[in-house]
Every structure is written in structure tokens, then in C-alpha cells.
């Protein structure tokens, strides 16, 4: 299919062939026939991708803090190639789109049919593309005599609506609309449909026409000077009860005019992007309220919501993004007396194919413009997912043919990049969710094929081993899918999320000619193995200490998703029990932990306690708590009367018998992820697994019974482990 991408780096936009999605569990795969070009958000995104590096650093001071954090703590190196990999990735443009509804996903059985027509939200889900897999939450059906056109501005009046709302006009209130762009002019239109009387403000006589077309009550030239005389006659000199700033302007002057021409104890709102520096003395004299409206509202930008379909209870938000949607696509009707009017606000319309040519229009302004309508072909040929980039590779002495699943920040930044570099690496498919990303990825990587289906991967013969970089939640199911097909496998940790998880990874390997191994890269990094060479040459008992600087995951955070991440314990713990074990060289007999209190109901403060059967003994201690530019990790281990530590990858100190030996690193850490990589494609070519597959299992078991002492508060003893944790 044909998509619309932009890229992060250099901002430039191109009509692209990617894989089309599939639906999946409760969506529907839309077929697109109409999308909205929002020319202020739009412009906005490919604006800030052109930018130059400097601009991107003074628009965005927040991201520069947390670069020269990482440079502190990983090194010029790591920061480089994490940087890197997120400005090469490939941005899709559009949140505002109609379309046909082409096939159901599993529980929405009824609830929609095909053929149906549908308007969807969301950016990276309704985007400018032929094809789009949408979520519950952020589509809802349209009314018969509504067409697609005009329902693809649903979106867009969903967030004038939503600001409207916020404002609460009832009956007989002067609402002012700062601004005669769409946003505006939807607003307008339902402060009308509330009742209000409406003014809107704007220095474009075009547009102010358009305004009065729509029905407001008056409208203000602002280049005809100061508006304050003209509000205050109409209201008998009392102001407006509310003010939207629907203004796209760098300047705060929005903000003066809206506390020249509010009344006491009014309401600000701020629906569009502008300076947002206010004048004190007038907003403190009036004690105006400054609102700041969310997007489509209650469900924006809560994963919960739009991607797991969670619902709000009714009587506590009746009004969520999905209900203003629906509301809107409704008000849109010909049928009813008092419509929302969105035909006159469509300036332009273009075939899907021209894309670019109105992106020019929309940035660079080359002609008046307002609504800009992307119009699609109904007659596309039926979603292919799969593209070929190039010739299939086939298998040959000392290669190794792999495909992968994922591409995700981690996986372009470590994983694939390594497998890139081996030459013994014939890379086949890659399988990502998104057609965007996987196209992209393909390409960067040099993949024969981009794909969003998996069953590419599991049918082909010719690919012998995979790396699995997908969301924690899906690592063993595909792990167990992909040894009964008889492929090697390389999973990024955790192995699995729970015991029965973990039952069922070592049942399909037990039954399977193939291997698998996890990404643990610290047994291949360069200071570890080191370590380990220390501890081997040593006699007795060892006491290993890790102290893991973690910082806190941000709210918005994936691994705080109970179903993708499923916390830090699992997905990050388990690192550290696996190092743990490999530094010792002996099984882990008991485990014990306890953790501070939870944050949002996430573990994030752990002090974990280690037996092994050989009576050495290991403590882990893993926070939030610290600051980020400080050491991330710090490693000791003591035996025989000596002590060897490895201070965050970049320092490694041994001290025995009086002497002290250190070794630095100052461009980069090398915590082992190629190391592990290479180690992996010469399994796949000898036959043999490059990491012993029950020390896997075990460090895995370890990690799970970490939550098992949390819940049941005691030591767990391993020997004794059952499937329940008990």
C-alpha cells in the first residue's frame, strides 16, 4: 500500500509502497477514501523534522538535558548511536482519516460489519495511508448520509469540540474565538450548537466571511484595531464569559487580547499553538481561568485507553475522545436542523497520489488554503503485507539466513545494526506491526523483505534462525511458535512473564532440532568476561554486589503497560540475576527480595538476595531513586581476598594482594550486544547454541521468583519451585 512518511532527520516527505497491517484483537482494518490534512499540527511536525539540529535543540530543551545525561553516564558513542537511530526513523503523517471497514478483528464481532463507513483518530493510526488497522477506542461509525469527506473532519472537530466543553457555555454566553483557522471555525460552530452567542477574532478577512457564512454572531477584523470597544458594546460592557485561543502565532499577543476582552472571573482556553507567556496584572485583576484543552479529550494520550481498549466509568466521564468523535460524525448530518457544517471549510482537494503536491501547498503556502482533503482510489487492489526489497538470500556454507521480529528503538539502536555487520548474516524478512516501520527498517538494515505478517517468517524454509525484539509480553508465545518450526532463536529478555510461560518455552525446545538464546548481553561484554576469569581463578565462596542507578521510567513509559512490559523486575531485574549467576559459576538455591513502595503501581525500588549452591551469596540493589548522570551500574565481587569491580562498563578495577590494576574506556561502554550477536549467527552455522539453554531457564526461573517472594514475602527455594510460585 502507499503511504505518506516523513523523516525525523531531515523532514523530507515522500508517497512510499509499504506493507499494509492486519487487524488484530478488537480493531478493524479501514480502508482509507478520505483524510484531513491539518495544516497547523501538520505543518508544525514537518516544520520542526526540517529543522535544523541547533533549532531542534532550542525548541525542544527538555530531549538536549537528557542527551547530555546519557553522554555522562554511556559515553559520546552510545549517545550517538542512540540519537541516530531515532532521527533515521520514519515518522507517518495524518491523525484524521474515513474509510471503509474491510475486516473485523476478534471482539468487535457485530459491533462493526464490512463495508461499513467509520471515521478514525489517532497519529500513527489514522494516517495518510491506503490501509489503516485502528483500534475501538478511536473509531466510531458514521451516518449513512454522511460521506467520507466530510466525516474525515471528525477528528479534527473532536478537539474543538472537546475545548468547547472545557469552557462550559450555557444559554445566552458570548463566547470569543481567537482565530479563523479549522480548529476556530469548528469551535465556532459548537459554542453555537451550545447556545452561546459568538464572536470570532482574526486578521484575515476571507476567513472572517467564512465565520459569518457558519452563522456566528459577529466577527472582529483584528487589523482594523484594538477589539476591546467593539466586545464591550456588544456584551453592554461586561466582556466575554469565555475566551477560545484558537491561534496558530509564536507571539503571546493572543494572551493580552484575550484578557482585554474577557469579563471577571472568565475562562481562558488555549486550543491552539501560540506564545504562552500571559500578562499577569490582568489575569490576576479579573481572576481569569487559563485552560489548556487535551487533544480529543478524556482517553488522549492514555495507552490504556486507546490501545487496550479500556473503558471509563459512565457516571464519572461521559464525554471521552471516542463519545466526541461519535458526536461529531453525528452532528455532521444533513438530516438534522442545527449541523455541524464542515463542506465550506474544505479549501482543496487532491488525489491520494498528489500527496506531495499538497503538502507544498500546506507548507509553503503557495495559494490560500484551509481544509486540504486527501481523496483516495476505491478501486486499490486488496492489502498486500509484504514487500520485496530485494533478491531472498539462500543458504550457504558458513551463512547463517535470519530473519526478525521488531524493530523497535532498542532493536534498531543494538540489535540490528550488529546483525547488519556480520557477513555471515544473510538478513531475510523483518516483521514489525506497522508497514511504516518495517518498510523502513527493512531498507536500513538491508532485509530482502518487509513484512507485518508473521506467518512470513514461520513459512519460510529458507530462514534458519530469528531475533525477537518485540514487546515482553509476546516473547515466549513466538519463542515456542518458532522452535516448533524449527528455527533458532535469539529473544531479547525477558524469556518469559510467568512460570507457565517459561513450562512452555523448554516443552516446544524439548521437542525441537533448534535452539534458542536470550539477550543477556552482559556475559559477552568484554569487562565481564574479565570478571568472570577473576572469579574462576579464585578458590572458595564468592560474595557478588550490584548496584543498578536505574531512574525512573517515564509515565507514558511501554514497560509500564501491564500486558506489553509488565514492569522492571522482568524486564530489567532479570539482566542482573543472569549476571549474577554467570560471575558466581554456580546454580542459584534461594531467592529472596523486598521493595520499597510502589510507585503508580510499578515496583521500581528493589533489594534482591541471592544463595547459590556452592554457599556463595549475591545481593542486587535496584532504584529509581538516583540521579540519571550519575553511574548506572556498578558490579563488585570479592573472592580469595581480592576484589574485582566494573564501575557502569566504563572502568573496570582489580585489587589483590595490595595492588590495584585499573583499565578505562572513555568513548564508549561495550556492554556486549555485538559480541552476543556474532556469538548467536555462529550458533545457527555450527548447529550448536552459543549459551548453555538451562542456565537460561534458571536465571528466568530466578527472576520469576523474585515476584514470588514479594507476594508471598519469604524466601522462595528454587529446588522447590512449582508452577504457582509456592
Known sequence: MKQVIQNAKGG???????????????????????????????????????????????????????????????????????????LDEPLPLGYSS??????????????????QLVACAGIAIANHAEYNVVPENLVVPVPEDVTAEQACFSTLSSIALHSVRLISPVLGDVVAVLGAGLVGLLAAQFAKLHGARVIVLDFNKGRLALAKSLGVDMTIDLSAGDPVE?????????????????????????????????RDRAKVCLVGITGTEFPYRPYMQKELSILVSRSYGPGRYDRDYENKHVKYPLGYVRWTENENLRECAR????????????????????AFSESEKAYDLVLNGTEPHLGVVLKYDSTDPAPTRALVLHDAPKAAAGKAVIGAVGAGSFGKTMILPALKDDKRAELSTLVTSRGVSSEGSAGRFDFAKASTDLDDLLNDAATSAVVI?????????????????????????PLALTHEELEAVVEARSSSPAFFTVGFNRRFAPYVIEAQNFMKSKQGRAVVSIRVNAGQL???????????????????????????????????????????????????????????????????????????????????????????????????????????VTKKTTMSQDKGHNAQIAAFVSGVISGQAPVDEQSLVDSSAATLAVLDSLRLGRPIDLSTLTGDGD
Not at 478 to 491: D, E, I, T
Not at 586 to 601: F, K, N, W, Y
Request: glycine share 8%.
Open 230 to 262: 467593539s466586545v464591550l458594546d456588544v456584551t453592554r460592557g461586561i466582556g466575554c464569559d469565555a475566551v477560545l485561543v484558537a491561534a496558530a502565532t509564536k507571539t503571546s499577543e493572543p494572551f493580552q487580547t484575550a484578557a482585554d476582552i474577557a
Open 469 to 493: 525484539t518485540t514487546p515482553h509480553a509476546t516473547h515466549a508465545s513466538m519463542v515456542a511458535k518458532f522452535l516448533k518450526a524449527g528455527k533458532n532463536v535469539f529473544v531479547e529478555k
Open 554 to 660: 517515564p509515565p507514558e513509559s511501554w514497560q509500564r503497560d501491564a500486558e506489553e512490559g509488565n514492569g522492571r523486575i522482568l524486564g530489567e531485574l532479570c539482566h542482573f540475576i543472569d549476571l549474577a549467576m554467570f560471575l558466581v559459576g554456580s546454580p542459584i538455591e534461594q531467592v529472596s527480595a523486598t521493595s520499597g513502595t510502589a510507585a503508580r503501581g510499578l515496583c521500581e525500588d528493589v533489594s534482591t538476595s541471592l544463595v547459590f549452591a556452592d554457599g556463595s551469596l549475591a545481593t542486587i540493589i535496584y532504584t529509581a531513586l538516583g540521579d540519571t548522570s550519575f553511574s548506572k551500574e556498578l558490579i563488585e565481587c570479592y573472592k580469595g581476598g581480592a576484589v574485582c569491580s566494573i564501575d557502569n562498563f566504563r572502568e573496570l578495577l582489580v585489587v589483590a594482594n595490595g595492588k590495584q
Open 331 to 350: 452532528l455532521m448530518s444533513p438530516s438534522l436542523s442545527s449541523r455541524l457544517d464542515v463542506d465550506q471549510l474544505i479549501s482543496h482537494r487532491f
Open 12 to 86: 523530507k516527505l515522500r508517497l512510499k509502497n509499504v506493507p499494509a497491517p492486519g487487524v488484530s484483537s478488537r480493531s478493524v482494518l479501514v480502508r482509507t477514501e478520505a483524510s484531513l490534512i491539518s495544516s497547523g499540527t501538520e505543518r508544525q511536525m514537518v516544520g520542526f523534522a526540517q529543522s535544523s539540529m541547533i533549532e531542534k535543540a532550542r525548541a525542544r530543551p527538555d530531549l538536549v538535558k537528557k542527551v547530555v545525561d546519557k553522554v555522562r553516564r554511556d559515553g559520546p558513542m552510545a549517545t550517538f548511536k542512540s540519537v541516530t537511530a531515532r
Open 98 to 115: 474515513a474509510g471503509r471497514v474491510i475486516e473485523v478483528g476478534p471482539g468487535l464481532e457485530g459491533v462493526y460489519k464490512v463495508g
